[in-house]
């Protein structure tokens, strides 16, 4: 008899398990606790029982009854006040969180970077970066044998096709679709065949910008720089301006700033200078505008490569570029 009853105990523990609304409840409560039910019956045995063992039978029968009650009246709460499909829901239970993609710290700063410079007028394109070596040196009055082609380490492709090195490629292409005046930013992807170390990466950002208009003169030259930095960062950073060579711009500059990763005490960043090269600019070269189809002496303009991975570092504080092109999700997920 008490094997009987522990056996009801079991079944009816795991057929509450798999209760998923009122109707089923409704019918276990009738199976086991009704007038004709499994455990009214072996209650009713235990009644006609030897009265040596009726006492300790009954007073396991009556704890059985009890309990199943009890876990019956929960489970009926349940559903009262959650509905049928809240059986099997545990709101205490830990949600298990799922992994999302997020971006690249690159395309953040690059989006950063955007914005300012479209509530200052200027539009966004993109360009190949497979280019042709017109468009990357020869536009950019940088001649064949001009010794400015060897501090551009460049991917040569076949038939004179390479890799752009710079988004100045974009220079003449836009000058030539758009014509002047002309305001406008090109990001993207640039590549150079450099043995790489914590500075130097084969494949980087840059953030070329141009504007071309009449009476352009270097102070809006600085004016936007100075305008970029302060958006980016949130805060007055230390700049100087160099002198600086390039075929496509005359006068150039270099204009770099602090290192923000050392604080201007020196690193593998700064190459142990405390400056950074962030931003090469100058006023476009007449050639430049000739080769576009623009009059250079009706229009004049400025351009600038903004660094944009090397901004990204100042930003995040990273020392070494090669984390940003290396896919590692353990660097990634920082962001
Ligand atoms: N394209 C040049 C470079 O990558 C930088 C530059 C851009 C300089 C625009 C002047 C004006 O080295």
């Not at 709101?91 to 395309?107: E, F, Y």
């Not at 966004?124 to 044998?145: K, M, R």
């Not at 100058?282 to 901004?311: C, I, Q, W």
Request: net charge negative; charged share 30%.
């Amino acid at each position: 008899m008490e094997k009987k009853l522990q056996d009801l105990k079991k079944t009816f523990m795991s057929e509450m398990d798999n209760v998923k609304d009122s109707q089923f409840l409704a019918d276990l409560k009738k199976k086991y606790l009704g007038r004709k039910g499994e455990l009214t019956g072996i209650l009713k045995e235990v009644k006609d029982m030897a009265s040596e063992e009726k006492p300790r039978v009954g007073k396991l029968a009556n704890e059985i009854k009890e309990e199943l009650t009890e876990v019956f009246n929960k489970t009926e709460k349940i559903i009262k006040n959650k509905g049928d499909q809240a059986i099997d829901f545990d709101p205490t239970m830990p949600g298990t969180k799922r992994q999302t993609g997020h971006l690249h710290p690159s395309t953040i700063v690059q989006q950063e970077v955007e914005d300012a410079f479209v509530s200052m007028g200027f539009s966004v394109y993109d360009g190949p970066q497979l280019e042709s070596d017109y468009y990357n040196f020869t536009a950019l009055n940088i001649p064949e044998e001009h010794p400015a082609r060897d501090s551009h380490d460049t991917f040569w492709l076949e038939q004179n096709w390479l890799l752009r090195t710079h988004t100045s490629n974009l220079q003449v292409r836009m000058l030539e679709k758009h014509g002047a005046p002309f305001r406008g930013i090109f990001p993207g992807r640039c590549f150079r065949y450099e043995s790489t170390d914590a500075s130097h990466d084969h494949t980087f950002f840059q953030l070329e910008g141009l504007m071309i208009d009449k009476g352009i003169n270097i102070g809006n030259l600085i004016a936007t720089m100075k305008s970029l930095l302060s958006a980016v960062f949130n805060t007055d950073v230390d700049v100087r301006l160099r002198p600086g060579f390039f075929p496509f711009v005359e006068p150039g500059f270099e204009m770099d700033i602090k290192c923000l990763v050392c604080e201007g005490k020196g690193c593998s960043v700064c190459k142990q200078s405390g400056w950074v090269e962030l931003m090469p600019c100058g006023m476009v070269h007449p050639e430049v505008l000739k080769a576009g189809g623009v009059d250079p002496n009706e229009y004049s303009g400025f351009a600038f490569g903004l660094g944009l991975t090397r901004l990204v570092m100042m930003k995040y504080r990273i020392d070494d570029i090669r984390l940003l092109e290396s896919g590692d999700l353990r660097f990634l997920k920082q962001f």
